[in-house]
């Protein structure tokens, strides 16, 4: 998620250090601000799992994490 609609969605909330990286489909890396938990629920699936919030303005993206049960933090 881009810092700036987590920003907009979340003007109080306060973000993880990570050591994670990120690159673009080009390569490019992108610049990580830090990562929260959020609670996601899908029908009757529910799930704690790891947001990660980059720099820029782009779309959110669904990592690979988020739809295998690695991602689960429950």
Same mark, same amino acid.
């Given at each position: 998620? %881009? ?9 109080n909330a %306060?973000?993880?250090e990570t /050591?994670?990286?990120? /690159?673009? #489909?080009? !390569?490019?890396?992108?610049? +990580?601000? !830090? ?6 629920? #899908? /029908? *009757?699936? +529910?799930?704690?799992l790891r947001?990660? +919030?980059? @720099? =820029? /303005? =782009?779309?959110?993206?669904? !990592? &690979? @994490? ?5 991602? &689960?933090? *429950?």
């Amino acid at each position: 998620m %881009s810092h700036k609609t987590f920003k907009k969605m979340w003007p109080n909330a %306060s973000l993880e250090e990570t /050591n994670v990286c990120l /690159n673009t #489909y080009t !390569g490019e890396e992108l610049k +990580v601000f !830090g990562m929260t938990k959020v609670k996601v629920q #899908y /029908n *009757e699936q +529910v799930a704690t799992l790891r947001l990660f +919030v980059v @720099d =820029g /303005n =782009g779309p959110c993206l669904f !990592g &690979r @994490d988020w739809l295998t049960n690695q991602a &689960r933090l *429950e």
